[in-house]
């Protein structure tokens, strides 16, 4: 079915109900065993699509559309949205906060069990007290910007975040269900793969770009992973419920249901899409004024970017709604869409590791646009399901391996620490290699974790 194209770069031709053909970027032994190449595949068949789907090196299996895949619907042919091109949980992101403070003068271990009470985690956990309705619909208009007009927070957890924080949303198009499941859950973490991590830079590569983030070795960061909650999760079941409606049952799995933008279903998406990303926003914005109440230096932002998202951008002249599911925006130097305190060199591009291994700080490259719509990565990428990892690995011989290498693990369950274990994932540095070698971002600095926090 691929075709090798490049040293690292593979395409499954157009062929059938296929649209455009796939293109995959990857090592030879990083393909996937999974359905997730099927699932690109099957993705090929939505109509509008431009130039080709594209596939990132941690690319797995998810629903309908795979984990890893960017496409592009051409606006001026109609243009789709689909629910499953931009996954449950919606605007599951990672913000990095930069300290003024060296890693080797914290106590962490300390500072790890003080962030764990600042902030619930787990499924379905939120805060005993809940937030006003006007609240909520405040947050899931403006996203961060409401957060700073109540004395939450610092300029620059908007400034410096895809979006600024806000896209338009329109609440009228959010359903009192998925309100309602979002009223206690602004500044919490959830669960599965989403974490609280305590960082140090641990190699800087680009000495140039790192001086424009702000970062140098030995320093302490903190990255925060999560997403939208139960409040996105419940307007992507019900929107793609609406999506079935619409599309039919042409197309080779359910799960790719779309529809127009321009119809009344399209429209009403794109509006509840955008107050759970808000909504996300929001909530990362929180969880790190929260920290901040218990962190012994300064904390300030790098960076904060969306992973499961849908957006209407440029691309070689060609106006599009570009869908990422499970990868980062990688927009380069002078993009006017770069922060303009990054401008000069391009956006932070934030890519998380597995629990116990490096993650990485990487810039957008220009070279993106033409092989991936201005995108690349957005983590490790799962080798395991999570049920088969709780099966084959146990959470307490993973949490007291870390603790020998000197990373502490706090969660509410050893099963959730199984489900996360460095073995169930891809590894980080190939995953990096890949897209660098690739041109869709560049290597920054390499970090290590020094403390988890899971639901």
Known sequence: MLERVGEYIWEVPRKGNMNVPVRVYASENMISQDNSIKQAVNSAALPTLQKSIFVMPDIHEGY?????????????EGGIISPGAIGFDINCGVRVLKSDLA?????????????????????GKGFKNKISSGDLEGIMSKGSSFLLENGIGEEDDAVLCEEEGCMEGDVRSVSDSAKKRGLDQVGTLGSGNHFLELQVVKEVVDESVARVFGIHEGQLLLMIHCGSRGLGHQVASEYMKEALKWSGTDLPDKELA????????????????SCAANFAFANRHAIANN???????????LYDVAHNIAKREVHEEDDLFVHRKGATRSFWKGHKEVSYKYREVGQPVLVPGSMGTASWIMVG????ESMSFGSTCHGAGRVMSRGEAKRNIKGEEIRSQLSKRGVAVLSGSFSGIAEEAPEAYKDVESVV????????????ARLLPLAAIKG
């Open 258 to 273: 779309y529809m127009p933008f321009n119809s009344s279903g399209g429209a009403r998406y794109w509006g509840a899409m």
């Open 103 to 123: 890693a080797s003068s914290v106590d962490i271990s300390r500072l790890a069990r003080d962030m764990q009470k600042k902030v619930p985690s787990g499924l």
């Open 64 to 76: 309908g559309v795979p984990i890893g895949c960017v496409l592009g619907s051409r606006i001026k």
């Open 291 to 301: 920290i901040r109440k218990v962190f012994p230096g300064k904390l300030s932002m």
């Open 433 to 444: 290699d890949i897209v660098s070698k690739n041109g869709l971002s560049g290597k920054v």
């Open 365 to 368: 490259k220009e070279s993106s």
